[in-house]
């Protein structure tokens, strides 16, 4: 039973260019770039609005000053006579602001018209028109703010009043550098947290990581401690106990071989000697054996084929049912104890069975159950005296179970044996001049605990041992 390791065999993704695949970013990298963008997005969404916002005040200011001023001309009582218009005493006193009155075709009222004049472009002549009640627009030549209504004093004259925008703009051009600065240190903040939440959270699954590395790396299959109570507590706590079945496993592999080897031990070297015994015999000048004693040595030779051969297959029943639990079908219960029965017969001679059974299904491997009851079955058949009884039924019992008791005729099972008849390759001092490989109970006991049940050895009501299979399922 030896296997065969072989190193891994390192494996090289190509692109479709041919050329090795390009490494994929770590999980940690990941983390913390989408923190990072995550925050500049929200940043840039709150930076943008935030701008706009600012924007549309800062215009709606100077449009509102440039309103508030052209009222304050247009309503100005005091009004000065120069040349043909009319001229409030306000006007004079407007700051920061180019004005000029206009008529239709963009020219000024005024007799002299002023040195710097407001931009007028085709909105202030159709306000000078009557075209239109108002305008206002972002002159882009100038970089001003420019406003027209028409002038109450004189028909066919418009009021145009401009502001520069020098300031807002410097306002808006502070404002995103602001924005830009706060932004790039949001980003640079989220990135860094993101690296120290990745470096913190993943510090668990490096450390599962590390254990698995090391367990592929020795074959040590000690638990992993466990911190906290999160998710990846409970993934360790499932990898432990992961570790836990397959340490089990192992332990049970090692104490089969083990146990294996030993009972192999004995057949073998009485069958080593018996054939020297043979081959020694059959060389010249070496002392003949009678025919008695060759009858004898091949009647013991066959005896240990049958031993080994036995031995063997029990061995392999014990090695499939220690596979995982698949395959698993409805079973007809009584279908199966009666299979058990007819193969049971065949080899019990002058052996009776008593049977009363009562349907009941179980979901299992039916192979596994019939072989099962067939070992009880052969079991209670062998230690049994000639024409005797074996007693066999199978009734439930009322808590979800049923039990397949098999009662035998024989001497019984001594107290001090009671615990230990389904244990792997263990006979009694009864049994160990009898023929069997020391499997058959042990066989039962692990089908049973394949399939959720339990086994249980005692005393028989006629004096011989009683074995209990209990398996769960439902009544037929």
Same mark, same amino acid.
């Given at each position: 039973?030896?296997?065969?390791?072989?190193?891994?065999?390192p494996?090289?993704?190509v692109d479709?260019?041919g050329?090795?695949?390009?490494?994929?970013?770590s999980?940690?990298?990941r983390?913390t770039?989408?923190?990072?963008a995550?925050?500049?997005?929200?940043l840039?969404? $709150?930076?943008?609005?935030?701008y706009?916002? $600012?924007y549309n005040?800062?215009?709606?200011?100077v449009?509102?000053?440039l309103?508030?001023q052209?009222?304050?001309?247009?309503?100005?009582?005091?009004?000065?006579?120069?040349?043909?218009?009319?001229?409030?005493?306000y006007?004079?006193?407007?700051?920061?602001?180019? *004005?000029?009155?206009? $008529?239709a075709?963009?020219?000024?009222?005024f007799?002299?018209?002023?040195?710097?004049r407001?931009p007028i472009?085709?909105?202030?002549?159709q /306000?000078?028109?009557?075209?239109?009640?108002?305008?206002?627009?972002t002159?882009?030549?100038?970089?001003?703010?420019?406003?027209?209504?028409?002038?109450r004093?004189?028909p066919?004259v418009?009021? /145009?009043?401009?502001?520069p925008?020098?300031?807002?703009?410097?306002t808006l051009?502070?404002?995103a550098?602001?924005?830009?600065?706060?932004?790039?240190?949001?980003?640079?903040?989220a990135?860094?947290?993101?690296?120290? $939440?990745?470096?913190?959270?993943?510090?668990?699954?490096?450390?599962?990581t590390?254990a698995?590395?090391?367990?592929?790396?020795?074959?040590?299959?000690?638990?992993?401690?466990?911190s906290?109570?999160?998710?990846?507590?409970r993934?360790?706590?499932?990898f432990?106990?992961m570790?836990?079945?397959v340490?089990?496993s192992?332990?049970?592999?090692?104490?089969?071989?083990?146990d294996?080897g030993?009972?192999?031990?004995t057949?073998?070297?009485s069958?080593?000697?018996?054939?020297e015994l043979l081959?020694?015999?059959?060389?010249?000048?070496?002392?003949?054996l009678s025919?008695?004693?060759?009858?004898?040595?091949?009647?013991?030779?066959?005896a240990q084929?049958?031993?080994?051969?036995q031995?063997i297959?029990?061995?392999?029943?014990?090695?499939?049912q220690?596979?995982?639990?698949?395959?698993f079908?409805r079973?007809e219960l009584?279908?199966v104890?009666?299979r058990?029965l007819?193969?049971?017969?065949?080899?019990?001679?002058?052996?009776?069975f008593?049977?009363?059974?009562?349907?009941? /299904?179980?979901?299992g491997?039916?192979?596994?159950l019939?072989?099962?009851?067939l070992n009880l079955?052969d079991n209670a058949v062998?230690f049994?005296?000639?024409e005797?009884?074996v007693?066999?039924?199978m009734?439930?019992?009322?808590?979800?179970?049923?039990?397949?008791?098999?009662?035998?005729?024989?001497?019984?099972?001594?107290?001090e044996?009671?615990?230990?008849? *389904?244990d792997r *390759?263990y006979?009694?001092?009864?049994?160990r001049?009898?023929?069997?490989?020391?499997?058959?109970l042990?066989?039962?006991k692990?089908?049973?605990?394949?399939h959720?049940?339990?086994?249980?050895?005692?005393?028989?009501?006629?004096g011989?041992?009683?074995?209990a299979?209990?398996?769960?399922?439902?009544?037929g």
């Amino acid at each position: 039973m030896s296997q065969t390791m072989t190193e891994p065999v390192p494996v090289i993704r190509v692109d479709e260019g041919g050329g090795p695949a390009p490494r994929r970013m770590s999980l940690r990298a990941r983390v913390t770039l989408l923190a990072a963008a995550c925050v500049a997005g929200v940043l840039a969404l $709150v930076s943008l609005g935030a701008y706009i916002t $600012v924007y549309n005040n800062l215009y709606q200011q100077v449009d509102d000053e440039l309103v508030q001023q052209a009222n304050s001309v247009i309503n100005d009582p005091q009004v000065v006579q120069t040349g043909g218009l009319r001229i409030p005493t306000y006007i004079t006193r407007l700051v920061d602001v180019r *004005f000029d009155l206009i $008529v239709a075709d963009g020219s000024s009222a005024f007799e002299s018209q002023p040195s710097v004049r407001p931009p007028i472009g085709l909105d202030e002549r159709q /306000v000078a028109s009557g075209e239109r009640s108002s305008s206002i627009r972002t002159d882009r030549n100038t970089d001003s703010r420019v406003l027209a209504v028409p002038y109450r004093y004189q028909p066919g004259v418009a009021l /145009v009043l401009s502001q520069p925008l020098d300031a807002t703009k410097q306002t808006l051009r502070e404002l995103a550098v602001v924005l830009a600065l706060i932004g790039g240190g949001g980003i640079l903040v989220a990135a860094l947290a993101g690296t120290a $939440v990745a470096r913190t959270g993943l510090r668990p699954v490096e450390r599962l990581t590390s254990a698995t590395e090391h367990i592929a790396r020795t074959g040590d299959l000690r638990p992993i401690p466990i911190s906290g109570d999160d998710e990846l507590a409970r993934l360790t706590h499932s990898f432990n106990t992961m570790l836990g079945a397959v340490a089990d496993s192992q332990e049970r592999q090692r104490q089969l071989v083990a146990d294996a080897g030993h009972e192999l031990r004995t057949p073998l070297t009485s069958l080593r000697t018996n054939l020297e015994l043979l081959l020694s015999a059959s060389r010249s000048g070496a002392p003949s054996l009678s025919e008695q004693d060759r009858a004898d040595i091949e009647t013991d030779i066959k005896a240990q084929l049958d031993e080994l051969t036995q031995l063997i297959g029990d061995l392999v029943e014990l090695a499939r049912q220690d596979e995982p639990r698949t395959g698993f079908e409805r079973v007809e219960l009584v279908e199966v104890v009666e299979r058990a029965l007819d193969r049971a017969r065949r080899r019990a001679g002058e052996i009776e069975f008593d049977v009363q059974l009562q349907p009941w /299904v179980v979901v299992g491997d039916a192979g596994a159950l019939e072989r099962a009851v067939l070992n009880l079955l052969d079991n209670a058949v062998k230690f049994s005296p000639p024409e005797s009884r074996v007693r066999i039924s199978m009734h439930p019992v009322g808590d979800g179970t049923a039990v397949i008791e098999v009662a035998d005729s024989g001497p019984g099972i001594a107290d001090e044996d009671l615990p230990r008849v *389904f244990d792997r *390759f263990y006979r009694s001092s009864e049994a160990r001049t009898l023929p069997g490989s020391g499997l058959g109970l042990a066989i039962v006991k692990q089908a049973a605990e394949r399939h959720g049940g339990t086994v249980h050895a005692g005393r028989a009501p006629e004096g011989g041992a009683l074995m209990a299979l209990r398996l769960p399922g439902t009544p037929g």
